[in-house]
């Protein structure tokens, strides 16, 4: 597998590369770490450093993780719904095909944490040329999600081949690449990757930040050089309790998103995973999060809560309920707390 050589400079892939950190249990690390892997790029290492707490949790492995009856160990379902390895056909029309198996840091909450980053993850040049003949013979397939583990890791070289051969199947309009890059290694995203990105359009790029302090001025520069090769930029927020599940966490995430050019668009409530029970909030707590937004600030920056159903059932949206009733009339309140009514008939 050919990956990207920012990689494996200055990333912490040891525990004991972390014991300049004071009140870490380094054997209890060193377990979790020997089931889902350690990794912090050394970009995101410094950042969580000045930044404290909401970071560490996302990144620092916690023995929790290997405790956790409650969790499912593919909550969506996601290899049943595999047709070919690494390529998840769960809607009628879209795809998610995984063509890298590591990422630059591996987020502690990670949904697909079973294999992620593990040995049980194999990407070859196999499993892609058989994810691309699904692809091509799969003609109601009209928009790709390439993913992984993080696609950002392969070198630009090995993205390209596989871009060129997705474009070339005609039925696939939209292609859509899922990646932490802008977030965990902002200087993976290179004027070069732009320009060979935009070169395979309608290509939309979806990100992943979760806390305000993750938009630092090399964040904003990779945001910047994608949005300038035309590429529209959007952000997969996950609900972490303790790292943002406080409504002025979020709104000031949200309106930094904006500012660097990424529309918010999803809010998930975190999935069911194995190893990371200890990460979710209540539904409550997210849709209390939605009323402190809908209305209060642009519709621009707010984002879609919703849930990705386990057991492959889907994305749910969890917007909280304004209608109080919907007969001849829609009764509903609005964000400020007043009553209000629309007319719900058919005039003429
Ligand atoms: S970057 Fe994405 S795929 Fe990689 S560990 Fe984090 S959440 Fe999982």
Redesign the pocket.
Same mark, same amino acid.
């Given at each position: 597998m050919s990956l990207h050589p920012s990689f494996h400079s200055g990333s912490i892939t040891c525990p004991e590369q972390l014991s300049s950190l004071q009140g870490l249990d380094l054997a209890a690390i060193s377990r979790v770490a020997a089931r889902y892997p350690l990794r912090i790029s050394g970009y995101y290492f410094r950042l969580m450093q000045e930044v404290g707490a909401p970071l560490i949790k996302q990144v620092i492995p916690d023995s929790r993780e290997l405790n956790d009856p409650d969790g499912l160990e593919d909550p969506l379902d996601e290899e049943n719904l595999s047709p070919v390895p690494n390529l998840v056909h769960k809607y009628p029309d879209r795809a998610l095909f995984l063509v890298s198996s590591e990422?630059?840091?591996?987020?502690r909450?990670?949904?697909?944490?079973r294999k992620?980053?593990t040995p049980t993850m194999s990407i070859t040049d196999q499993t892609i040329a058989q994810g691309l003949d699904y692809l091509a013979r799969t003609p109601a397939i009209k928009d790709v999600l390439v =993913?992984?583990?993080?696609p950002l890791m392969l070198s630009d070289q090995r993205l390209e081949r596989i871009l060129k051969a997705i474009r070339a199947i005609p039925s696939v309009v939209t292609i859509r690449i899922g990646t932490?890059m802008p977030c =965990?290694q902002p200087m993976r995203i290179t004027p070069r990757l732009a320009g060979m990105l935009k070169k395979y359009h309608p290509l939309y790029l979806n990100t992943?930040f979760n806390h305000p302090a993750e938009i630092t001025p090399q964040a904003t520069r990779a945001c910047g050089l994608l949005a300038d090769a035309g590429i529209p930029l959007g952000c997969q927020t996950v609900l972490l309790r303790g790292v943002n599940d406080r409504p002025e966490v979020i709104k000031a995430l949200i309106y930094s998103l904006l500012e660097i050019r990424v529309k918010p668009y999803y809010l998930f409530q975190a999935d069911q995973t194995r190893g990371t029970s200890h990460f979710r909030t209540t539904i409550q707590t997210g849709q209390a999060i939605m009323r402190h937004l809908i209305g209060h600030v642009s519709g621009m920056a707010i984002p879609t809560y919703a849930l990705d159903a386990p057991g492959g059932g889907g994305k749910i949206p969890l917007t909280p309920e304004y209608i109080d009733n919907l007969t001849e009339t829609l009764d509903f309140t609005t964000y400020l707390g007043k009553p209000c009514s629309y007319p719900n008939t058919i005039i003429g």
């Amino acid at each position: 597998m050919s990956l990207h050589p920012s990689f494996h400079s200055g990333s912490i892939t040891c525990p004991e590369q972390l014991s300049s950190l004071q009140g870490l249990d380094l054997a209890a690390i060193s377990r979790v770490a020997a089931r889902y892997p350690l990794r912090i790029s050394g970009y995101y290492f410094r950042l969580m450093q000045e930044v404290g707490a909401p970071l560490i949790k996302q990144v620092i492995p916690d023995s929790r993780e290997l405790n956790d009856p409650d969790g499912l160990e593919d909550p969506l379902d996601e290899e049943n719904l595999s047709p070919v390895p690494n390529l998840v056909h769960k809607y009628p029309d879209r795809a998610l095909f995984l063509v890298s198996s590591e990422c630059a840091m591996y987020c502690r909450f990670c949904t697909r944490k079973r294999k992620v980053g593990t040995p049980t993850m194999s990407i070859t040049d196999q499993t892609i040329a058989q994810g691309l003949d699904y692809l091509a013979r799969t003609p109601a397939i009209k928009d790709v999600l390439v =993913s992984g583990g993080d696609p950002l890791m392969l070198s630009d070289q090995r993205l390209e081949r596989i871009l060129k051969a997705i474009r070339a199947i005609p039925s696939v309009v939209t292609i859509r690449i899922g990646t932490r890059m802008p977030c =965990s290694q902002p200087m993976r995203i290179t004027p070069r990757l732009a320009g060979m990105l935009k070169k395979y359009h309608p290509l939309y790029l979806n990100t992943h930040f979760n806390h305000p302090a993750e938009i630092t001025p090399q964040a904003t520069r990779a945001c910047g050089l994608l949005a300038d090769a035309g590429i529209p930029l959007g952000c997969q927020t996950v609900l972490l309790r303790g790292v943002n599940d406080r409504p002025e966490v979020i709104k000031a995430l949200i309106y930094s998103l904006l500012e660097i050019r990424v529309k918010p668009y999803y809010l998930f409530q975190a999935d069911q995973t194995r190893g990371t029970s200890h990460f979710r909030t209540t539904i409550q707590t997210g849709q209390a999060i939605m009323r402190h937004l809908i209305g209060h600030v642009s519709g621009m920056a707010i984002p879609t809560y919703a849930l990705d159903a386990p057991g492959g059932g889907g994305k749910i949206p969890l917007t909280p309920e304004y209608i109080d009733n919907l007969t001849e009339t829609l009764d509903f309140t609005t964000y400020l707390g007043k009553p209000c009514s629309y007319p719900n008939t058919i005039i003429g």
